[in-house]
């Protein structure tokens, strides 16, 4: 495939790289992704009643079990190899950096280590009102169940309207400006600030590469658009880039 091969020869001359992901990267694992098809999320439940801070305080309880039924899905899933093939990336790399909006957990299962979670984790938890934060929850029939303080626990999570961790967008900041290639998967690029990521990158001189089955948002700032599933394209490109380096190390 013509674009593999543009895509590893960029890949192959970077040395810093940020891989970005959504919820298409998980969607071969068995979880659905928010905006495309009919088992999407969000054609099916409404996204301002269960991930927004005002849909939380109209119904806590709704909006907490709608958590425990997609942690119970997230915990029964596995990566695959496209989330193994970034983990593989990842040491090729003098820099790397991998920003997921993610919050299943999956690419750290995979092995990957300098990990931003955009978007928090549905495994950990804090209370709605002072932001304690509670790696398990209290056994009780409350629901949702109390922090020490008697506020509301709630997932750790980054719902519409409420602002992402600082230091992980300096992080995530800094990276970006600093990058030769920006490997973007499995996301639509219409959440920002994550959205606003790929261009941002390039006008800071980065090249962008895209993996997705869809036309996205970000596909008109791809340099290389590879149109495929991340399980496919992913162990495929990290293939070719190991053979290629392999082959600068012994020409002839
Ligand atoms: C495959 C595939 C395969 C399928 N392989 N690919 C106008 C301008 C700028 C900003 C705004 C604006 N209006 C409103 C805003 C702000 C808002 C926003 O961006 N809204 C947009 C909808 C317009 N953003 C926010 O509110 C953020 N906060 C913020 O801006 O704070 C500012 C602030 C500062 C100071 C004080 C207060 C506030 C927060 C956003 C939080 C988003 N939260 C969610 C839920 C997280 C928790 C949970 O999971 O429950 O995050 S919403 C949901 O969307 C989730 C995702 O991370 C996020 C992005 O979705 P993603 O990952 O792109 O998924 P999909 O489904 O959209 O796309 C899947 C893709 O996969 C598709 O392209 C498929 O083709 C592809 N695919 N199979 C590869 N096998």
């Not at 969607?27 to 088992?39: L, Q, W």
């Not at 009102?129 to 029939?141: E, L, R």
């Not at 880039?241 to 002839?252: E, I, M, T, V």
Request: include cysteine.
């Amino acid at each position: 495939m013509q674009e593999l091969d543009r895509a590893t020869e960029i890949l192959a001359g970077a040395r810093r790289l940020v891989v970005t992901t959504g919820a298409g990267m998980s969607k071969e694992s068995g979880i659905p992704t928010f905006r495309e098809g009919p088992n999407a999320l969000w054609s099916n439940y409404n996204q301002e009643d269960l991930a927004t801070p005002e849909g939380f305080l109209r119904n806590p309880p709704l909006v907490w079990k709608w958590y425990v039924e997609r942690r119970k899905l997230m915990a029964k899933v596995s990566p695959h190899a496209g989330h193994i093939a970034i983990a593989e990336m990842e040491p090729l790399y003098s820099e790397f950096i991998l920003l997921t909006q993610n919050i299943d957990n999956l690419h750290r299962q995979a092995g990957s280590r300098n990990l931003v979670e955009l978007h928090g984790n549905i495994y950990r938890y804090k209370c709605f009102d002072n932001h304690h934060p509670a790696s398990s929850v209290p056994d009780t029939h409350e629901v949702p169940p109390r922090c020490v303080c008697g506020s509301y626990l709630r997932p750790d999570v980054v719902w519409f309207g409420e602002p992402l961790d600082p230091d992980n967008l300096d992080r995530a900041f800094a990276a970006l400006e600093s990058c030769d290639v920006i490997l973007v998967v499995g996301t639509s690029g219409i959440v920002y600030p994550a959205a606003g990521f790929p261009a941002l990158a390039k006008r800071a001189g980065a090249r962008v590469v895209e993996v997705n089955p869809e036309i996205t948002a970000v596909t008109a700032d791809a340099d290389v658009f590879i149109q495929a599933r991340a399980g496919e394209a992913l162990p495929a490109l990290v293939a070719r880039l190991r053979a290629h380096r392999a082959a600068r190390k012994s020409p002839g």
